[in-house]
C-alpha cells in the first residue's frame, strides 16, 4: 500500500524557514520520480520542485530557485523540502506526490505527467 503523509507545515513570518517533510511507506523512495506542488485559493495547482531521487538531481520552479532545496534521506525514506527567505505568495497548501516508474530522468523533471500518488497536504502560511 503507497502511502505519502506531509507533515511540517505552520505559520511563519515573511523571510522566515519551513522545512516540510513527506514520509512514504510501500515504495523505495531512493528509486522514483518525486515532486512537491502547492495550491492556493483560486489559483491552479503548480509545480514547486522535482527530483528524480535515483540520481537526485532536480528541477525547480522559477518563483522558488535559489529559496527552496528539495532532498531526500533514502535511510529514512522520506522527501523533504527546505524552504527559505518565505514570502507572503508562498502560502499554499502544499502537496508531496510520487510516479513510481518514471520514464527518464528529463520525463520526471521537466514533462507534464500525472503523478499516480498524492500525499494528504500541509498548510503553509506565510504573513508579512
Known amino acids: 500500500q503507497v502511502q505519502l503523509v506531509e507533515s511540517g507545515g505552520g505559520s511563519v513570518q515573511a523571510g522566515g524557514s519551513l522545512r516540510l517533510s513527506c514520509a512514504a511507506s510501500?515504495?523505495?523512495?531512493?528509486?522514483?520520480?518525486m515532486g512537491w506542488f502547492r495550491q492556493a485559493p483560486g489559483k491552479e495547482r503548480e509545480v514547486v520542485a522535482r527530483?528524480?531521487?535515483?540520481?537526485?538531481?532536480?528541477y525547480y520552479a522559477d518563483s522558488v530557485k535559489g529559496r527552496f532545496t528539495i532532498s531526500q534521506d533514502n535511510a529514512k525514506n522520506t522527501l523533504y523540502l527546505q524552504m527559505n527567505s518565505l514570502k507572503p505568495e508562498d502560502t499554499a497548501m502544499y502537496y508531496c506526490a510520487a510516479d513510481l516508474f518514471p520514464l527518464s530522468l528529463a520525463y520526471c523533471l521537466y514533462q507534464s505527467h500525472d503523478f499516480g500518488y498524492w500525499g494528504q497536504g500541509t498548510q503553509v502560511t506565510v504573513s508579512s
Open positions: 510501500g515504495y523505495t523512495v531512493s528509486s522514483s520520480c
Open positions: 527530483i528524480y531521487t535515483d540520481s537526485k538531481l532536480a
